[in-house]
């Protein structure tokens, strides 16, 4: 069964305006990743924040992390229509096992 | 991609027939993994290995079986095609560092 579940399943900004989605986990986790998907495409990884960290950034991304709630926010600023995708959030518990990933939150960014 | 190819990229096949489905990486990874995309399911884990001879079965492993038999390879099978394996599946790599790195993914059709 999923681990992570992305709120919301949509959401649809202004270029320039910044997007935030959530992602909720229910057991405990090694680290926190998030992807980007682009239409008929592969997943591509964006950022990795470890159990023991609380934020991290990477360049427009700002990523999230609360343990005790098993909850993390991925916040894209200034966003561009370039950003439009599905972005999903995936868990392990361990450096051996396999990513378990969420449904998904899809991005429109609008010029 | 890091080095991650999948093929067929795209294939049509009857119900009842086998399908192999097959991944190749050049990164010298030990751990792979066959993923599935299905609307409104995300990505489920189909089976993963974690080395040569090495693998395990994931959340929605029925009617599929796995080979390794070199690093660089892994192989997906459909014992007998069914409609509801028509999907999309993914291969992908996890990397030192925790992250996984996917191939463009296999569009697969089964009527």
């Known amino acids: 069964s999923q681990q992570g579940e992305e709120d919301p399943q949509a959401l649809s900004i202004q270029e320039g305006e910044n997007a935030t989605m959530n992602c909720s986990y229910k057991?405990?986790?090694?680290?926190l990743q998030w992807y980007r998907q682009n239409s008929g495409r592969g997943l591509v990884h964006l950022i990795l924040?470890?159990?023991?960290?609380r934020e991290k950034h990477s360049g427009r991304l700002r990523v999230t992390l609360d343990t005790s709630k098993k909850s993390s926010s991925l916040l894209i600023t200034a966003s561009r229509a370039a950003d439009t995708a599905s972005y999903f959030c995936?868990?392990?518990?361990?450096?051996?096992?396999?990513?378990?990933f969420g449904k998904g939150t899809r991005l429109s960014v609008i010029a | 991609d890091a080095g991650i190819t999948q093929s067929p990229r795209h294939k049509v096949t009857e119900t009842g027939t086998p399908v192999t489905l097959r991944c190749h990486q050049t990164?010298?990874?030990?751990?792979m993994y066959w993923y599935r995309q299905d609307p409104g399911h995300g990505l489920r884990l189909i089976h993963y290995?974690?080395?040569?001879?090495?693998?395990d079965k994931g959340e929605v492993s029925d009617g599929y079986s796995v080979s390794r038999s070199k690093t660089e390879d892994f192989l997906l099978t459909l014992e007998s095609a069914t409609s509801s394996q028509t999907s999309v599946y993914f291969c992908?790599?996890?990397?030192?560092?925790?992250?996984?790195?996917f191939g463009q993914g296999t569009r697969l059709t089964v009527v």
């Open positions: 995936a868990t392990d518990d361990s450096g051996n096992t396999p990513l378990v």
């Open positions: 057991t405990s986790i090694n680290n």
């Open positions: 290995s974690y080395g040569v001879k090495d693998t």
């Open positions: 924040i470890r159990s023991n960290e």
């Open positions: 990164e010298n990874h030990r751990y």
């Open positions: 992908a790599i996890k990397g030192g560092g925790g992250e996984a790195f």
